[in-house]
């Protein structure tokens, strides 16, 4: 843990994390050594302790304790229960997904500064890969999205685009993949009318796909940035519960479903 607080946010980007996420540098570094304590005493867990880490959870329940600490245990517990989806998890895994278009990042922001993601779940083939490869590449994507302070800050624009999306798609959607899309994606098909779409982000960022004036797929230096982060990944994947008996309590978990838990401010379109 370190003894000083790193954290890098400064400027207006500070600001807005004071007024949004009830951050207050003089206590940061408490809260999050606070966090860490609490960790080490949940019996077979073996979470990371970093303040990287750490920190991402506490901003995603805007400094709230108690709620950043339910929502690290509800990350650990379904990367573990939900091995279909969250086994093995690292960017040369999830490569055929990235190369197919199916889930882009963008090389632009929104207004408010948010990082943009296409869903394109109509080209995925079924007859190629299943359909768990899909959330958990959008897992991945997210995670190492989320990995930078400023967009803990600013969040994540999620644009589901449905164009080509059949009956033969929706036929290899299990319950147990639509259960962990839920926190992220609500489906709502509006044919390619883009004026919604366009009024909250500049064409001039966006691909052709989504009336915009970028090239499909055009992002390559982030790709490169992803498949390179490797190593962080697989070492992330020797933490969780090592001594698995987690209890199912029957309170309700809602507010820890976005994305498994990953916690973070995942705004919604879909076209």
Excluded at 216 to 245: C, H, I, P, R, T
Aim: aromatic share 8%.
């Amino acid at each position: 843990m370190a003894k000083k607080d790193p954290c890098t946010l400064t400027g207006d980007i500070l600001e807005k994390a004071k007024k949004e996420l009830n951050e207050d540098p003089e206590t940061r570094l408490i809260e999050v050594k606070n966090l860490s304590k609490r960790l080490d005493k949940v019996s077979g867990l073996k979470s990371r302790q970093d303040y990287p880490f750490l920190v991402k959870f506490l901003r995603a329940r805007k400094f709230e304790q108690e709620r950043a600490f339910e929502l690290i245990k509800n990350y650990y517990e379904v990367r573990q229960t939900q091995k279909d989806i969250f086994d093995d998890l690292k960017p040369s895994r999830v490569k055929h997904i990235i190369d197919a278009g199916v889930i882009e990042v963008l090389n632009g922001r929104d207004a408010e500064g948010a990082a943009l993601v296409v869903i394109r779940p109509g080209r995925w083939d079924p007859d190629r890969y299943p359909i768990q490869d899909v959330p958990k590449t959008l897992f991945l994507v997210l995670n190492f999205l989320c990995e930078k302070e400023d967009i803990q800050v600013h969040g994540v624009h999620i644009i589901n685009n449905m164009e080509g999306l059949t009956m033969k798609h929706a036929s290899h959607i299990g319950p147990s993949v639509a259960k962990t899309f839920a926190g992220v994606i609500q489906i709502r098909m509006n044919g390619s009318n883009f004026e919604t779409l366009h009024a909250e982000i500049n064409p001039e960022i966006l691909p052709k796909d989504l009336g915009g004036q970028q090239e499909l797929y055009s992002n390559k230096a982030w790709v490169e940035e992803f498949l390179a982060s490797e190593q962080a990944f697989v070492d992330d994947n020797k933490y969780g519960y090592v001594n698995m008996d987690v209890k199912k309590e029957k309170k309700d978990k809602s507010e820890n479903a976005d994305m498994a838990g990953l916690g973070g401010t995942f705004k919604k379109l879909d076209i």
